[in-house]
């Protein structure tokens, strides 16, 4: 299957500080979704992306289309206690439905 | 989105043994799909579960290890067959709403453990 690597693997972060991560990957994607998992749950949908440059906010989460379409970003602004969790990073190649899903980014929010 | 059931939530199998997963939804979905998380790990897709024909397995993944039935629009069962530790894992079933499948919606899980 296809290859996405998401950066970094972990964070531990202060409460109130605004997070990034990416997610790469070698193919062209046509999609891409980000998911937080909690412990014990499945990923739950935060944000979808359909189009090269665009750039989707839920909240204080912020999500981009990368322009070469090998990449995607999110951020959280002003973190708070609840952000903990896994953030995946899910692409869509051209070809076939089935979405292709990232390593994973790890968030500790320290209160 | 849609709200996804899948039962058993978890359970502890012998090895040798088969265990049913259901996924229920509660509306018509056109894709369903069944993904394996080991633990600690990203989810891994096994196959599109197709309507009224043979699911489409990735790379890796066979159907006489994982049966996949899905009889109508609203429900699919994956089938892990003869279990070894090796399967004991999470397994997810997900939804989509379109035939890109450009949202996918997951259920809580199944958590398996092979002894």
């Known amino acids: 299957g296809q290859q996405l690597n998401q950066s970094p693997q972990s964070m531990f972060i202060q409460e109130g500080e605004d997070v990034s991560m990416n997610c790469t990957s070698s193919?062209?994607?046509?999609?891409w979704l980000w998911y937080k998992q909690d412990p014990g749950e499945g990923p739950v949908l935060l944000i979808a992306?359909?189009?090269?440059?665009e750039l989707t906010s839920n909240g204080r989460l912020t999500a981009q289309f990368g322009i070469t379409r090998k990449d995607s970003f999110l951020n959280i602004s002003a973190s708070i206690p609840s952000d903990v969790g896994i953030y995946f990073c899910?692409?869509?190649?051209?070809?076939?439905?089935?979405?292709?899903f990232g390593t994973g980014t790890s968030l500790t929010v320290i209160p | 989105s849609a709200v996804i059931s899948q039962k058993p939530s978890r359970d502890i199998c012998q090895r040798g043994t088969s265990l049913t997963i259901q996924c229920q939804v509660d509306?018509?979905?056109?894709?369903m799909f069944w993904y394996r998380q080991q633990p600690g790990q990203s989810l891994t897709l096994i196959a599109t579960?197709?309507?009224?024909?043979?699911?489409?397995?990735e790379s890796g993944f066979v159907i006489d290890k994982f049966p996949i039935s899905r009889p109508n629009l609203t429900f699919s069962t994956l089938t892990v067959s003869n279990m070894s530790p090796e399967d004991s894992s999470i397994y997810l079933c997900?939804?989509?709403?379109?035939?890109?499948?450009?949202?996918?919606?997951f259920g809580p899980g199944t958590r398996l453990t092979v002894t």
């Open positions: 579960a197709n309507q009224g024909s043979e699911a489409t397995y």
């Open positions: 899910a692409g869509q190649p051209n070809t076939g439905n089935q979405f292709y």
């Open positions: 509306s018509q979905v056109t894709m």
């Open positions: 997900s939804v989509a709403k379109s035939t890109n499948a450009y949202e996918q919606y």
């Open positions: 992306l359909y189009k090269a440059g």
């Open positions: 193919s062209i994607f046509n999609t």
